[in-house]
Nanobody, 111 residues
Framework: QVRVVESGGGLVQPGGSLRLSCTASGNIANIAGMAWYRQTPGKQREWVAT???????VYEDSVKGRFTISRENAENTAYLQMNSLKPEDTAIYFC?????WGQGTQVTVST
């Protein structure tokens, strides 16, 4: 079983930056990629970005050029660097490794 823990959320003003971290523990050797998702009240969880073990990355259109996903395989840790944040980025951000999910971390973009 894989345990996933996110951290790094918080309150930031529009235009600001945050970096989210996600650490997985357990057997992740056969998991090719990890992803970040986000969810706002009353809406379905939406995909944000994916990174594969070989470093290939894919982004949802609204975050392209602003968010950067990365990972450190040796430490089973992934990151989501979020720049030029907008109020519409406000959500709970979740980390996904295979079928395992973290508890989420709140990101609020507001003045």
């Amino acid at each position: 079983q894989v345990r996933v823990v996110e951290s790094g959320g918080g309150l930031v003003q529009p235009g600001g930056s945050l970096r989210l971290s996600c650490t997985a523990s357990g057997n992740i050797a056969n998991i090719a990629g990890m992803a970040w998702y986000r969810q706002t009240p009353g809406k379905q969880r939406e995909w944000v970005a994916t990174i594969l073990r070989d470093g290939i990355t894919v982004y949802e259109d609204s975050v392209k050029g602003r968010f950067t996903i990365s990972r450190e395989n040796a430490e089973n840790t992934a990151y989501l660097q979020m720049n030029s944040l907008k109020p519409e980025d406000t959500a709970i951000y979740f980390c996904n490794w295979g079928v395992s999910w973290g508890q989420g971390t709140q990101v609020t973009v507001s003045t």
